[in-house]
């Protein structure tokens, strides 16, 4: 399949058009997961619709770039605006996939192909992590294991780092693994060490404000804060004083409330969290758990370790450190965020991986010398 005589029959260029035109399609597909995976909903059924007024869109409506352009950014029946979004994740795909081809094309199409497997991932976790602090394990475990997988049958995406010649198969898996350890334990320590750093944060709210701990997330005015990003380990503490507090089957007037992951006390009272499937409280401050980075982070840089090998996983940490500081001090400055305001690092890891694929080797290469 991967014979580079059956590819050069064809001229390059036309292999560029058809990865252009593709990844636009994948773009289109991509929408569709950034959209339905935070949720919880499929992304099978039901087919495409407008998120406005539920309109089924028939395939002469849902070509990639050109429906949106056509109908000028507006739903074919209501006329209600579909986000700018849709087009840019489209025409980003395609542009990707594009640059993949350009890159190593002419050397590898087997590995061209696997990186925008792997740059898809990137746009898709990019978009969800910005916008649900998220990074889905249908992405991060499901790349763990893709990349595996593509190790094994694309030896090729493991090169020698001193002579960048091809590994054998059990060379590239070897590598793929090592990538795996090195990228998911080193962000892992990360964690950790920021843990004893910057183990509490507190949340002030407008006065009487609700809060509700459902069976998988915080509530809070404005976010959602999925419970593993609170307990991570087994003595993190949820603690806030509770003007009004519901349960399912009682109120109080008034409580001291800690949370952990085993109990929930409510002054003097003691409950297993097992047995408690909702509560609601009203309060104007809450000093919650936290982490400097997340576990979705943990297993998004041991994924791209399983595609590119641990020293992109050295190379995206660092990188995406810098471009994360810079962005953080920009809207800082521009008095767009707060210094306690949360940010998403996932698009910043892959932002890194994405210049290591299209140019990190080389830079490295000279940095090093």
């Given at each position: 399949m991967f014979d580079p005589m059956i590819w050069a029959a064809v001229p390059f260029h036309f292999w560029s058009v058809v990865l252009l035109l593709f990844g636009s399609m994948v773009g289109s597909f991509l929408n569709v997961c950034i959209h339905r995976m935070p949720r919880g909903l499929s992304i099978v059924s039901p087919p495409s619709h407008c998120p406005h007024c539920g309109y089924s869109i028939p395939w002469y409506l849902n070509v990639p770039l050109v429906t949106w352009l056509w109908l000028r950014g507006k739903c074919a029946n209501c006329r209600a605006a579909i986000s700018a979004r849709y087009f840019l994740v489209e025409l980003l795909t395609g542009l990707l996939f594009f640059g993949a081809w350009l890159a190593v094309g002419q050397s590898s199409a087997a590995?061209?192909?696997?990186?925008?497997?792997?740059?898809?991932?990137?746009?898709?976790?990019?978009?969800?992590?910005?916008?649900?602090?998220?990074?889905?394990?249908?992405?991060?475990?499901?790349?763990?294991?893709?990349?595996?997988?593509?190790s094994a049958i694309v030896p090729a995406l493991h090169p020698d780092w001193l002579s960048w010649a091809t590994a054998s198969h059990a060379a590239a898996l070897k590598r793929s693994a090592l990538g795996m350890a090195v990228g998911g334990g080193v962000v892992y320590a990360i964690l950790r060490f920021g843990k004893l750093l910057f183990g509490r944060q507190t949340f002030e709210f407008e006065q009487s404000s609700r809060i509700v701990f459902t069976e998988t997330a915080l509530l809070l005015p404005g976010q959602e804060v999925p419970y593993e990003e609170i307990f991570y380990r087994r003595g993190d503490r949820v603690e806030f004083e509770a003007e009004k507090l519901e349960m399912v089957d009682r109120c109080y007037p008034t409580a001291l409330v800690c949370v952990s992951p085993t109990e929930l006390r409510l002054g003097d009272d003691v409950f297993k969290t097992e047995e408690v499937h909702h509560l609601e409280a009203v309060t104007n401050r809450i000093t919650l758990p936290r982490e400097a980075m997340g576990l979705g982070d943990v297993k998004f840089m041991a994924a791209i370790g399983a595609f590119l090998g641990w020293q992109a996983t050295l190379f995206s940490l660092m990188f995406s450190a810098v471009i994360g500081s810079i962005v953080g001090v920009t809207l800082i400055l521009l008095r767009k965020q707060e210094w306690s305001s949360r940010l998403p690092y996932g698009p910043y890891i892959a932002l890194a991986a994405v210049v290591w694929i299209f140019g990190g080797k080389q830079l490295t290469a000279w940095w090093l010398r």
């Open positions: 590995v061209a192909l696997v990186y925008c497997v792997l740059l898809a991932g990137f746009v898709a976790a990019t978009f969800i992590d910005f916008e649900h602090f998220i990074i889905p394990d249908e992405i991060t475990l499901g790349g763990i294991a893709v990349g595996f997988i593509c």
